[in-house]
């Protein structure tokens, strides 16, 4: 895969940070416990929706079976992973080579066969899948629209995008910058850049751009006490996109 490429939409001085970040991704305890919690909800969420969207396995052992799912953005695997045990064929696809290395090791001490690449959505061009997560990306990019461009042509005809994303308004200021990284201090301080979040409406926009119809909208908060997320009906903050790919 070409550096070039890799560097289009994705901001350099993210994929440094995620690197070094990439030794504590599979502690559930550490700095990426947020997402440890976060992925208890959203793998759910995601297995729901493509049974109710998709042909799949009429087994419960392995509902996935037979689908491509590609994870952009996938880090050290922990989305990978959920899919890949529910038989999915899975591509991880990330710009930190950290993660990418972290990932496949884990993958195979649990004895799953998961393509991890390390690059971006733009070096993936050419192939199609049945599923794409793109979940907590799209605020850490750069060219948000030539981003989503990209992820949206990585989907066949029938197939399914899921977009998870920040909302930007005060109220995501208040929570997911100075709740999360100053205040609570969850999140190292710099995760988040408000700028580059995205409101409900842009992601619906450019996901019909792409020929996607949305079929659902959730928002996701998490209890400060508990640390526990669950899925609602506002968008304010944290939100998740589910759409369908025109035939």
Not at 13 to 25: G, H, P, S
Not at 96 to 124: C, M, P, S, V, W
Not at 223 to 235: E, G, K, M
Request: with cysteine; glycine share 8%.
């Amino acid at each position: 895969m070409s550096k070039p490429q890799a560097t289009r939409t994705v901001d350099p001085q993210e994929i440094a940070r995620f690197n070094t970040l990439a030794e504590t991704w599979w502690d559930p305890t550490g700095a990426m416990w947020p997402l440890h919690r976060l992925n208890a909800l959203r793998a759910p969420f995601i297995l729901e929706n493509i049974k109710r969207h998709l042909t799949v396995s009429a087994g419960d052992t392995l509902p996935l079976q037979g689908l491509t799912v590609l994870d952009i953005g996938c880090g050290a695997g922990l989305l990978s992973e959920a899919m890949a045990r529910q038989g999915a064929q899975v591509t991880g696809v990330d710009p930190a080579k950290r993660n990418i290395e972290i990932a496949r090791h884990h993958a195979r001490d649990q004895g799953l066969t998961i393509e991890y690449l390390e690059g971006t959505a733009e070096d993936l061009q050419g192939r199609q899948f049945d599923v794409a997560l793109n979940m907590e990306v799209v605020e850490h990019v750069e060219n948000v629209a030539a981003f989503m461009r990209s992820c949206c042509a990585l989907v066949q005809p029938g197939g399914m995008h899921f977009v998870a994303t920040i909302n930007r308004n005060p109220i995501s200021f208040l929570v997911a910058i100075v709740g999360a990284e100053y205040v609570l201090r969850w999140l190292p301080r710099g995760t988040h850049h408000w700028r580059n979040f995205v409101t409900p409406g842009e992601a619906v926009g450019m996901l019909e751009e792409g020929g996607f119809s949305v079929a659902e909208i959730r928002g996701v908060s998490i209890n400060p006490f508990t640390r526990r997320y669950t899925l609602t009906q506002s968008a304010r903050v944290n939100y998740m996109l589910v759409a369908i790919k025109g035939r």
